[in-house]
């Protein structure tokens, strides 16, 4: 009994000075808001922490906010995420800045990752972020593609072939200017509508990044087949997400395409593969053109 109390007196000092602790999460959102004050608090941390533990009953919707690993249930480990977000820790699998120099810190996603800037180019978790939302500098041209994501492919490309799945690159890096003449081309020919649904605009394309690319096999129907089906169930352990999944249209702001795929390495492929979630809805973004 009297461990027991110890316990107590510490969590709720422990509690207390979070209390205390200024809070300074201001992209919140009403994500893992259990008790819907607007901010991410102690309080909701608590409240994750008595629902892991089946303490307090949260309603279905409650708990799929508070589900930070996307387990389906709200956990201890929710409940931690919680606590670190709400004293401005950020993520405990953030991977932050780390190692970048000159990164610019610029603000939260709607999970809670922190969001850099080098150069014109955005990160998060690490990773270099292009789509509708955060655009690619012109001046950014790697020329080709990065030599990580070219070797995971073709260490990929030997183990698909090794299993009776022939994949190539179709299409790899786009400058800048190659990308702005494809759009041009495209609103030429079949007009402005038409083009936005199909082309990205000159640095919105995630094929400047060097870090992207269009896959085929030998029939040329990639969509549907067997190397597409392998593709999606290999390419995490390769580093690679599927960037485009079928049903995400919404949110990654391009229809299905089973043959684009986005090298972020094998940490952050591994978990967003897992998690059954495009790169936008895992790190809480948008992609939308302003
Ligand atoms: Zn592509």
């Not at 299993?163 to 790899?172: A, C, D, P, T």
Request: glycine share 10%; charged share 20%; aromatic share 14%.
């Amino acid at each position: 009994m009297k461990k027991i109390s110890r316990i107590f007196v510490f969590f709720s000092v422990f509690v207390g000075f979070i209390l205390c602790f200024a809070l300074s999460v201001s992209a919140a959102g009403v994500f893992a808001d259990a008790d819907a004050d607007g901010v991410l608090t102690s309080a909701d941390a608590r409240i994750a922490l008595r629902a892991s533990v089946g303490l307090e009953y949260l309603d279905a919707a409650r708990s799929q906010n508070c589900d930070f690993d996307y387990d389906g249930v709200v956990t201890a480990s929710d409940a931690r995420e919680i606590l670190r977000i709400s004293v401005g820790l950020g993520r405990s699998d953030d991977a932050g800045a780390e190692g970048m120099a000159d990164a610019e810190f610029v603000g939260w996603t709607d999970k809670y990752y922190k969001i850099y800037r080098i150069s014109g180019i955005t990160f998060i978790d690490g990773i270099l972020i292009a789509n509708k939302t955060y655009s690619l500098p012109q001046s950014f041209a790697p020329g080709g593609l990065l030599t990580m994501c070219s070797d995971a492919f073709y260490t990929m490309q030997a183990q698909a072939s090794a299993e009776g799945m022939n994949i190539y690159i179709n299409s790899g890096y786009r400058s800048y200017s190659s990308q702005q003449s494809v759009y041009d081309s495209y609103v030429e020919s079949y007009g402005y509508a038409y083009a936005e649904a199909q082309a990205a605009r000159a640095g919105y394309s995630e094929h400047q990044s060097g870090l992207a690319i269009d896959l085929t096999n030998d029939t040329g129907v990639f969509t549907g087949s067997a190397q597409a089906r392998w593709v999606a169930q290999n390419c995490a352990d390769y580093g690679f997400i599927l960037r485009y999944p079928e049903g995400k249209t919404d949110k990654t702001g391009y229809n299905y395409e089973a043959w684009h795929i986005r090298y972020v390495g094998t940490r952050v492929a591994q978990k967003i593969t897992a998690s059954g979630l495009c790169l936008e809805e895992y790190y809480g973004i948008t992609s939308v053109y302003e």
